[in-house]
């Protein structure tokens, strides 16, 4: 499976990652794993830097954790929509409910992803992805 994600990504030459984390210890190995699949993986690790960065560049996917310093996930989310409603968007959070999950999916998230990341749902969450970008 891992395989042929690869070998789909290898062929989108413009595919691109924006991932948003304030925790260096899940950002980090998170980031190389990406960094795997695609050759442009940015991370930031909150918020408000991540919307001043999708602002000064287009991404294919924006991933990013729900709480954050400076701007929340939700709130990022809200804004890039105002910027791009068509966005492919996954929020990773180790939140099953909340108000910040409400409002995420009123934003429009596209993909909810549990963590700690199972590597397997996050390659079939991309691959899902991968095949709508076709």
């Not at 590597?119 to 992805?129: N, P």
């Amino acid at each position: 499976m891992l395989e042929d994600l690869l070998a789909t990504l290898k062929q989108k030459k413009n595919f691109s990652i924006l991932f948003v984390e304030d925790e260096a210890m899940i950002r980090k190995p998170m980031q190389n794993m990406m960094q795997r699949l695609c050759s442009e993986v940015v991370s930031s690790n909150d918020g408000a830097e991540a919307l001043d960065i999708y602002r000064e560049h287009p991404f294919s996917v924006v991933i990013t954790d729900l709480q954050m310093p400076n701007m929340n996930g939700a709130e990022l989310i809200k804004n890039i929509r105002l910027i791009n409603p068509n966005q492919i968007i996954i929020v990773i959070t180790a939140y099953r409910d909340g108000e910040e999950i409400r409002q995420a999916q009123q934003f429009g998230v596209d993909y909810i992803v549990a963590k700690p990341l199972s590597l397997s749902s996050f390659i079939d969450v991309m691959q899902e992805i991968v095949t709508k970008i076709d």
